[in-house]
């Protein structure tokens, strides 16, 4: 696979971008294209004693969209900015997926302008896989879409089911609408008019889910409105967090239990594995026209190995295409729903 990476995207710019892609060449068979200022990747490739690595090559991209721009007149106002230009070389079918931990907006917004939606999708999705008791399962839509009607959730669901088919190999994924109580008589207008909708999508609906089933892997997919999803997220990511620093503090705060710690040190080690981001990589942009993987601002070497890794593999199962046969499948569903309500 050929693989786009923004070389300037997250908060600490080049250097743990070149270091992941310089990982990921070495390990993987994918070709990684660095896309962005190409005096300065050289500088910092040859700072890292790597000027002419194997399978690794730079596309020129002379400008940069600001982590904290407004995203849609930042990426009209720089057409040669690295986010464009590692968006455009997918649509020219010169990359098979696009990685950046750059402006989450922006990528959205890039991947849109050029690469645009798959045919029938009305909104694409952020995914965010989470790690539970059960293995993984995916949150979507977890910050891309506000305010959502019942067909975005149910077109939610049906990529969310192919992401996890495509990338986990799971053959009929389970499906969890969030909600406050798993009756479907609870939940707000939103979750009752969603709920018949998603069980006529053909997927493996389980029904409502509540957060507290979410760390338990109750479902592989958990379909919410991208406010709560978002919520949602931080909430699981500031309680790992959390958790991690109390058994710290206990830990410390007496000499028999640091000395119980030392002899636990593998498994805090592979708990602390098991909880990070850096395993997933980041989360993918379901809808668009081609394999985006959005990272984490606060990017690290081995986070975009993992992105590098995980977006040819789903370039590789064909994702793109399954989400499209998919959507053709649905869409007089989805027609007569929003006819319905209007």
């Known amino acids: ?39 300065e990747i050289r500088e910092e490739l040859r700072r890292l004693g790597a000027e002419d690595p194997e399978r690794i090559s730079i596309v020129h991209a002379p400008q940069l969209v600001e982590m904290s721009a407004e995203p849609v007149e930042e990426c009209r106002a720089k057409p040669d900015s690295s986010l464009m230009v590692a968006a455009g070389l997918v649509h020219e079918g010169k990359a098979d997926a696009f990685v950046s931990a750059g402006n989450s907006g922006a990528i959205m917004v890039a991947a849109l302008l050029k690469m645009k939606r798959i045919p029938g999708v009305i909104r694409p999705a952020i995914a965010a896989p989470l790690p539970t008791y059960k293995g993984t399962s995916v949150l979507l839509d977890a910050g891309a879409n506000m305010d959502c009607k019942p067909w975005h959730l149910a077109q939610f669901a049906v990529m969310g089911s192919v992401y996890m088919k495509s990338l986990f190999r799971i053959e009929n994924p389970t499906v969890g609408l969030l909600s406050i109580g798993e009756e479907e008589t609870k939940g707000n207008s ?43 997220l931080k909430l699981y990511e500031g309680t790992a967090k959390t958790v991690f620093r109390m058994l710290k503090d206990q830990i410390m705060g007496k000499f028999t239990y640091k000395i119980g710690a030392m002899l636990m040190s593998k498994l805090f080690r592979e708990m602390k594995t098991k909880m990070s981001v850096d395993v997933y990589g980041g989360a993918p942009l379901l809808g668009v026209n081609g394999v985006v993987i959005v990272c984490h601002g606060k990017i690290t070497p081995n986070a975009v190995f993992n992105a590098l890794r995980v977006s040819g593999e789903l370039a590789a199962a064909g994702m793109v295409s399954h989400i499209r046969k998919q959507m053709e499948q649905v869409k007089d569903r989805i027609a007569e729903a929003k006819e319905a309500e209007a």
């Open 190 to 232: 939103l979750v009752q008019e969603t709920l018949p909708l998603i069980k006529n999508m053909g997927v493996n609906f389980y029904g409502p889910v509540e957060g507290r089933d979410i760390p338990d892997g109750l479902t592989d997919v958990v379909v919410a409105d991208g406010f709560t999803g978002n919520v949602a």
């Open 1 to 39: 696979m050929r693989i786009a990476l923004d070389a300037h995207g997250g908060d600490f710019g080049l250097k743990p971008n070149i270091e992941g892609a310089l990982l990921a060449a070495k390990k993987l068979r994918h070709e990684i294209i660095l896309v962005g200022r190409d005096p």
